[in-house]
């Protein structure tokens, strides 16, 4: 049952990075733009006051940028970058006990 739920959410993120993606048909390329993956969030309902906003995903995504030394996140980048927001979320959504 897991490995199906894991599955499906890759299905899902490649479909996600799919549409979101831009085509470099000089290069062949797939890849995501800063713009794109900042309105992705925006849908996604991850940009939210109080746990990211637009300038923390830009830093995170320069981040990621660094890594792969492009100005665009292939899939592999973007994946990369999606985790690190989902640990972030956790971060943010731990519960916090009052002593």
Same mark, same amino acid.
């Given at each position: /049952? ?17 549409y979101y993606c831009d ?5 062949? &390329? ?5 713009? !794109? ?17 637009? !300038?923390?995903?830009?830093? /995170? /995504? ?30 943010? &959504? ?6």
């Amino acid at each position: /049952m897991a490995k199906q739920k894991a599955d499906a959410f890759k299905r899902d993120l490649q479909r996600l990075f799919v549409y979101y993606c831009d085509y470099s048909l000089d290069k062949g &390329e797939v890849y995501i733009k800063q713009t !794109n993956v900042i309105g992705l969030l925006k849908d996604c309902k991850l940009i939210r006051e109080g746990v990211l906003d637009d !300038n923390q995903a830009r830093i /995170m /995504m320069a981040q990621e940028n660094q890594i792969s030394q492009t100005s665009y996140l292939d899939y592999q980048s973007f994946c990369n970058l999606v985790v690190k927001i989902a640990q972030k979320w956790v971060e943010l &959504e731990k519960p916090r006990y009052i002593y």
